[in-house]
């Protein structure tokens, strides 16, 4: 995915980060939900 060597990402590249983007969202708010449960 570099611009510089005419490589662009394709829609799959794109749908593979949006996966990896959610589930790592999911993991910080489910962590974020423990921490706050648990700060007392």
Do not use: P, W, Y
Request: charged share 30%.
């Amino acid at each position: 995915m570099n611009a510089e060597t005419g490589q662009f990402a394709t829609k799959a590249d794109l749908a593979s980060l949006e996966t990896r983007v959610v589930d790592r969202m999911g993991q910080l708010e489910a962590r974020l939900t423990r921490d706050i449960n648990n700060h007392d």
